[in-house]
């Protein structure tokens, strides 16, 4: 029977989970200058049993608005992104709105990847627990035409939206292996589901992080560790702008968020949100390589 991640991580003390996230590194030092100075959030106790979540690529866009509601559903959320000012005045206005501390910020950057260990130590150490971990830290940097290559921002899209993934997720898989419990989101794209002319390195950060997320759940849907894709076509964040020609079907970001949250909660596997985009990307799989190549988009 399904064991719900809820229930099983609350048998989890953080003094396990310590010694757990100390088996997976060893621990070289502590990023307190990353942090926010807000109080640490109420523990955890049996007659109010938080669910506990990290957002890496909240301070704007999808990752704030989904941290907005997580938090409306009582999660207590640790907050990561390289701007420190967007993430302080997030938590200010979550921890205002809820009248107590639900939110604190930790600046990162996700390519610097040995800063990783110690600070997801840190944040389960703050947190008390953990429950959720959502990655959508992204960039899309569009080459600016059929014609045009840029090595450099390919690679920054890749270490960003892909290996940076990985280096948030190896960790927590670990973990949430070892508890049998734990849900984990992450943004992928309708970008990665097929190659295509305009933005061939961001199509392959997207399509290696849904492959990515695949192998994850093949591992852990057996530990009852639920692993969620998510593939949005066009939402209205500051990333569309960067958005070259048409952009049919964009819906603001409060509906991309309103779909993952339904998502989260029955646990599903993959979604396309509007949820439009899956017929249509399947009709663009299905499409013949000599039909294709001939298409502009
Ligand atoms: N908007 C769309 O139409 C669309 C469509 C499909 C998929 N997506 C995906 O959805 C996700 C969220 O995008 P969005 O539309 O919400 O874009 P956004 O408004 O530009 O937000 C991107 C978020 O990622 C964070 N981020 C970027 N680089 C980072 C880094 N190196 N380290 C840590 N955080 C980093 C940003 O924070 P800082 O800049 O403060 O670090 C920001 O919080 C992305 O993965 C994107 O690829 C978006």
Sequence with gaps: MHVPALGLMRLYD??????????LESIRSSPEDHVS?????????????????????????????????????????ALLARRADKLELLCNEINQTAGE???????????????????????????????LVVFVAGVNYPPGGMDKYNFENDRRMIEV????????????????????????????????????????????????LATYLEALRNRLTRYGVNVLTVKPGFVQTEMLKA???????????????????????KRKQVIYTPSIWRWIMLAIQFTPSFIFRRLSF
């Design 161 to 208: 939206n892909l290996v940076g993934a990985m280096a948030w997720l190896s960790p927590i898989a670990e973990m949430f292996q070892s508890a049998k419990a734990g849900q984990i989101v992450a943004i992928g794209s309708v970008a990665g589901d097929r190659g295509r002319v305009g933005n061939p390195g961001y199509n392959t950060s997207k399509a290696g």
């Design 101 to 131: 501390s639900r939110a604190r910020a930790y600046t990162h950057d996700v390519a610097a990847y040995e800063n990783v260990p110690p600070l997801l130590r840190q944040i389960v150490a703050d947190l008390g627990g953990l429950d």
């Design 243 to 265: 958005a070259q020609g048409a952009t049919p079907f964009t819906i603001p970001v409060e509906k991309a968020v309103e779909d993952i949250w339904k998502a989260m909660k």
């Design 37 to 77: 100075n807000y109080p640490r959030p109420a523990a955890a106790t049996p007659l109010n049993p938080r669910r506990r979540g990290i957002i890496i690529g909240a301070s704007d866009g999808i990752g704030a608005s989904l941290a907005r509601r997580l938090a409306r559903e009582g999660y207590t959320l």
């Design 14 to 23: 953080t003094r396990q989970i310590f010694e757990m996230t100390d088996m």
